[in-house]
Antibody, heavy 118, light 107 residues
């Protein structure tokens, strides 16, 4: 069974940092690209970042470029999102998601809330 | 960038109703269009990929169709567990961006 289990969210002040983790099991992690997607309160789904299976390709949404860093450890079957210089507009539930086949997001973590507030 | 629109933005329906949601893109994306369901407090769930292929475990009352710039998701007979927000997502180009969503609630 494919599982993505997230950890690391919480309440932080503007300018602070947070690291999200996504531990996976039930599939060969090193063969799949992964993404982070978020949903701000009352808003729709917003793609945040992409990392290819071997980490050779990495992309970010303009809203987080230069502040967030996506990474993965294929030996540990885990995905990470380092979030620096957090802003109130980064407040959202963050999801890790596996990219299957031709780019669809077929399995999702349970979501982890991040609140940025003074 | 590929721009995506969905219509309607929301709809009210009853159990047993047939529901159709449309997703349009500003350029052709072939069949690289996927549909997801999102209920409050839960993770999003993939329903349909490549415009018309049902993901594993998804009930057959869900049907996806279309190609190019216009796509539809149809629920043939709405069930209580189907009240949710539905998103289309293009996977023609990375990143795989989402439509604005269609909220389906009780009439």
């Amino acid at each position: 069974e494919v599982q993505l289990v997230q950890s690391g969210g919480g309440l932080v002040k503007p300018g602070e940092s947070l690291r999200l983790s996504c531990a996976t099991s039930g599939f060969t992690f090193r063969n799949y690209a992964m993404n982070w997607v978020r949903q701000a309160p009352g808003k729709g789904l917003e793609w945040v970042s992409f990392i290819s299976s071997g980490s050779q390709y990495i992309y970010y949404a303009d809203s987080v470029k230069g502040r967030f860093t996506i990474s993965r450890d294929n030996a540990e079957n885990s995905l990470y999102l380092q979030m620096n210089s957090l802003r109130p507009e980064d407040t959202a539930v963050y999801y890790c998601t596996r990219e299957g086949g031709r780019g669809w997001f077929d399995y999702w973590g349970q979501g982890t809330p991040v609140t940025v507030s003074s | 960038d590929i721009q995506m629109t969905q219509s309607p933005s929301s709809l009210s329906a009853s159990v047993g109703d047939r529901v159709t949601i449309t997703c349009r893109t500003n350029q052709s994306i072939s069949s690289d269009l996927n549909w997801l369901q999102h209920q409050p407090g839960k993770a999003p769930r993939l329903l349909v990929y490549s415009a018309s292929v049902l993901h594993s475990g998804v009930p057959s009352r869900f049907t996806g169709s279309g190609s190019g710039t216009e796509f539809t998701l149809t629920i043939s007979s709405l069930q209580p567990e189907d009240f949710a927000t539905y998103y289309c997502q293009q996977s023609y180009r990375t990143p795989g961006t989402f439509g604005p969503g269609t909220k389906v609630d009780f009439k």
